[in-house]
T-cell receptor, first 115, second 113 residues
Framework: GAGVSQSPRYKVAKRGQDVALRCDPI?????LFWYQQALGQGPEFLTY????????KSGLPSDRFFAERPEGSVSTLKIQRTQQEDSAVYLCASSPTTWAQETQYFGPGTRLLVL | AQSVTQLDSHVSVSEGTPVLLRCNYS??????LFWYVQHPNKGLQLLLKYTSAATLVKGINGFEAEFKKSETSFHLTKPSAHMSDAAEYFC???????????FGTGTRLQVFP
């Protein structure tokens, strides 16, 4: 079946531009996560949704980062006034339950480059 | 707080020889531990996970890992490396309160013919 999809796969932005990154989770998955992976590093948690509720946004690096999942399926991560340090791969993952031991299924990521 | 430490940033092996990727964890609770693999320009794929059942966990592609509480380790092994195993491997612990995954810094595995 279809996995997690993300769009765009690549995004180049000029410093100061706003960007929106989309995640389509596996159908029916309750939990949705966003992670940020800087070059040569492991992914780091940004935010977590359980259905449409954003239960944890402790990993968002600044108030320029905003995420939503209004209908409990598709999610959008928005970055306002992008900075060079925002350059990274943004990964989305979904899981069918809220169980901590549950497998998270990852999308291919969006590679953001801010010039 | 939960954390994982991957002891090697790079591991190089010859095709057909054993693979050992080392991981130590720190957790206040009985941990859920995972190994994920990331091939270039591809998404993270789950290799295996430990969830307090059997301490020896078998995963895909011939990989396995053993949970050792006394050593706080969860090392990944494979008896015989294949060229297609070349990738980045992440040891991961799950935060039981928030369900978020906490990743190690990764180990890049190179396999030489």
């Amino acid at each position: 079946g279809a996995g997690v999809s993300q769009s765009p796969r690549y995004k180049v932005a000029k410093r100061g531009q706003d960007v929106a990154l989309r995640c389509d989770p596996i159908s029916g998955h309750v939990s949705l996560f966003w992670y940020q992976q800087a070059l040569g590093q492991g992914p780091e948690f940004l935010t977590y949704f359980q259905n449409e509720a954003q239960l944890d946004k402790s990993g968002l690096p600044s108030d320029r980062f905003f995420a939503e999942r209004p209908e409990g399926s598709v999610s959008t991560l928005k970055i306002q006034r992008t900075q060079q340090e925002d350059s990274a791969v943004y990964l989305c993952a979904s899981s069918p339950t809220t169980w901590a031991q549950e497998t998270q299924y990852f999308g291919p990521g969006t590679r953001l480059l801010v010039l | 707080a939960q954390s994982v430490t991957q002891l090697d940033s790079h591991v190089s092996v010859s095709e057909g020889t054993p693979v050992l990727l080392r991981c130590n964890y720190s957790s206040s609770y009985s941990p859920s531990l995972f190994w994920y693999v990331q091939h270039p320009n591809k998404g993270l794929q789950l290799l295996l996970k430990y969830t307090s059942a059997a301490t020896l966990v078998k995963g895909i592609n011939g990989f396995e890992a053993e949970f050792k509480k006394s050593e706080t380790s969860f090392h990944l092994t494979k008896p015989s490396a294949h060229m297609s195993d070349a990738a980045e491997y992440f040891c991961v612990v799950s935060d039981p309160h928030t369900d978020k995954l906490i990743f190690g810094t990764g180990t890049r595995l190179q396999v030489f013919p």
